[in-house]
């Protein structure tokens, strides 16, 4: 179930021919998971976010690219996204997350989560000593 | 503004000073920041919290340092913890954060953020390749 | 799988089929949603419900009804609440919502997901120009 | 600040000011908190939250008052609401809730939370035993 | 599906047995739900995350049992966690949780949620009276 | 209070000053709002904030100026961002956004996450009658 028509034939478009033919050499695969084909829908919508996501997740940046996927993960979990649980959790095992290490990570978003509710509980003043201006 | 009384000498209470104790000795820093503080006013609280926080983000583990502070930004951003936010930032720029990885940061939560609506919009179904199981 | 029980015959209450009637009558179908039939489980949840969403979705009021539609699936999307997304995309398309309003709204609301999680992650300070008081 | 101009005057308004009243008779209490003076530039948006907000918290129902401030507080500190959490704490306060209550409150609130991470992280499967229907 | 493997035997290993023992004697039960079958890929985790349940919810404290599920339901709703919706109305059901009393925490829940929004719609200054410092 | 320093000059960099230049062209404006001189510390994150909402939100599309704005302050109260809820009601109020609008929106807003909530709690499984697959 979606919210949007599946596109029969979507890579007869061009424009999202272009954009299946990046992903898919981008990502060395020829796998394109349904969140592409829901977006075919609207070809600007699937080249604008496409352009972002290959320019911060699929290019060599400032962070490492198992603790891009990481942090897409914690994202997502707040949100409670599961698609995207999902498939960031597939991404960050095959860029080489271990067991022990999702475990870590689910342990720390939920502690993450823990201390934000209780300080929004206790309305805690930030200290002067944070600020950065 | 707080929901709980500031407490005036709270290492009067010999559990509140063994906790307060160990986070400057864990820390190495006289500085005990307000959360801390807040969660004085129950000691219970103040211990099983500290003793969480110290064993997943004050002793070495799976996951490198900077990225545990990065992780918890990104879910204390979800959440809309304005005290987290401050407090783990200023814990990340002391592990080396650098403003390229900070504006990389956010810019990778909010295209997390950002997808993680459009796939909630569309109401992408699981690709069968994710199952895990 | 549900919270609770699905009631065999929920209109034999007499106040669940004036509901039930209210909403076929004003909608004018004779579909009723799983929504309706869910609450129907204490008639005066049902009814003050109904109450509140007639009032303000099923009435002319000071916004057009499709916009009205469009905000709801931005709060849905927002609290990823599924079946909201469902049901009020449906309802946006039976008010005339074609397939580049309902791109651009995925957009907007992504962007301003993105744009949220940017001002939090800054903690950026509101502008006195802001102020209506 | 706020999103709206304070109204000078608002208990000139009769209907503004019969929402005030009956406020401080069921409160029995010459105070009235900031939410309503904000609620007053609508007088039917004031009208019909005073209504629902009277019949569920002001009047005796199915759960005790003390729980139900409970409940108010989780979904406040859930919703990141700081105005909420402080109004409703105080409000708990004055039903009796204790310290010792509060703390316990805060760490069932943060360990739900928590709970809620890991679950959505694990995307755990729900049990057939917890079906109604 | 779900993002971790199901593990064939999970008993076999000592700390899993351990805990999912004192699941069985602390609820009298033999059922262990999905959740802690999911957790037992990673034996700390599991551990901790069953202390913190345990003391919390399946011991006897200051707030009383039936309270303390309805206060886990209105997270999970917030943080729109089905799984958990489902564990806990189940619970809540099992210490006695009524109908009518289900009808009136989503209620309430709902209500909370709706003036939440309107605060945070109006950014309600927060009255000096509500201050406990 | 922010989390990164407040740049002295901004526009002494030729790709700030640039994005500024075009702010206050699309805008018809000499204001710039904190949240452009907040972005300033990286500039490509300026630039790649600016190229959306510039297309999104300051160019006409197939969503009228108004309703682009309710919508992206009904996402803005959902993630409980103060500061994006204020400069998204005076954006809307500067497009004609009426008083009795305002209210409506914001009753809107608020219905929205009360039957978010009930559905959520409810658990409503997807009538067959909204796929649009």
Redesign the interface.
């Known amino acids: ?6 596109i029969a034939n979507p890579e007869s478009n061009p424009r999202v021919k272009a954009v299946f033919d990046d992903i898919r050499a981008t990502r060395k695969t020829d ?1 394109i ?3 592409w084909y ?2 075919a ?2 070809p ?2 699937l080249e ?2 496409w352009d ?2 290959k320019r ?2 699929g290019t060599p ?3 490492d690219p198992l ?2 996927e ?18 960031h ?2 991404a960050a ?1 095959a860029k080489g997350m ?30 002067a ?5």
């Not at 942090?71 to 649980?85: K, L, Q, T």
């Not at 000593?129 to 201006?133: L, S």
Request: hydrophobic content about 45%.
């Open positions: 179930m979606s919210t949007t028509k599946r796998f998971n349904n969140f829901a977006l829908f609207d600007t919508l604008t976010t972002e996501v911060l997740m940046t400032n962070i603790t891009k990481m942090i897409y993960i914690a994202v997502s979990i707040s949100n409670a996204c599961g698609y995207c649980v999902h498939s959790t597939a095992r271990t067991d022990a290490q999702h475990a870590e990570l689910l342990a720390i978003i939920a502690l993450a989560a823990k201390t934000n509710n209780l300080v929004t509980g206790l309305q805690v003043p930030v200290d000593a944070f600020d950065a201006t």
